[in-house]
T-cell receptor, first 118, second 118 residues
């Protein structure tokens, strides 16, 4: 069984502060994918990143960075110099990669609601 | 960029009524999915569909639910006799084989249909 834990239910930061959203996962699969999605108040799921389990390189994309640590089963997400537009619910998700080439079955965490205060 | 489109964006139905949620996946995708999100909660996998049959389903996907690909472009989710607890946002998704990249996911979500059962 797979499980994703996002222990932080809500976080509030003041604009321009850095913020890290935690994600811890459990899986028995040897290969898997990890995802982060942003859900703004309008409700759609905005894809941010997908990570293969065999690639532990950290990623940086603009103000966003991700720290993948297999040893601690964590895939944390940091927003640098937060902006009001970053206010949203952020979901971490996990999918086995054995399900078939091109097939995904995502298990989502409960999400972290980020509020960035001007 | 091609999109997964869902119609309608919001549907209201009475308890006990049948409802069909419609989705048009991306045209060259081979895998199709339904997920749901009860208000304020996490996104949950319902079912995946490949080669005109269900490939995986969760325990939520009971006999009240069915999926169909009636033609070459649509993918539908039917709820036979809706209950109050079926009220949720339903997301359709589709994916294709291929590795993708960290920032170019082969899995695409639609914007969702908000179902309200009264």
């Amino acid at each position: 069984a797979q499980k994703v834990t996002q222990a932080q239910t809500e976080i509030s930061v003041v604009e321009k502060e850095d913020v890290t959203l935690d994600c811890v996962y459990e899986t028995r699969d040897t290969t898997y994918y990890l995802f982060w999605y942003k859900q703004p108040p309008s409700g759609e799921l905005v894809f941010l990143i997908r990570r293969n389990s065999f690639d532990e390189q950290n990623e940086i994309s603009g103000r966003y960075s991700w720290n993948f640590q297999k040893s601690t089963s964590s895939f944390n997400f940091t927003i640098t110099a937060s902006q009001v537009v970053d206010s949203a619910v952020y979901f971490c998700a996990l999918s086995p990669s054995y399900s078939g080439a091109g097939s995904y079955q995502l298990t989502f965490g409960k999400g972290t609601k980020l509020s960035v205060i001007p | 960029e091609p999109e997964v489109t869902q119609t309608p964006s919001h549907q209201v139905t009475q308890m006990g009524q049948e409802v069909i949620l419609r989705c048009v996946p991306i045209s060259n995708h081979l895998y199709f999915y339904w997920y749901r999100q009860i208000l304020g909660q996490k996104v949950e996998f319902l079912v995946s569909f490949y080669n005109n049959e269900i490939s995986e389903k969760s325990e939520i996907f009971d006999d009240q639910f069915s999926v169909e690909r009636p033609d070459g472009s649509n993918f539908t989710l039917k709820i036979r006799s809706t209950k109050l607890e079926d009220s949720a946002m339903y997301f359709c998704a589709s994916s294709q084989p291929g590795q993708g990249t960290s920032y170019n996911s082969p899995l695409h979500f639609g914007n969702g249909t908000r179902l309200t059962v009264t």
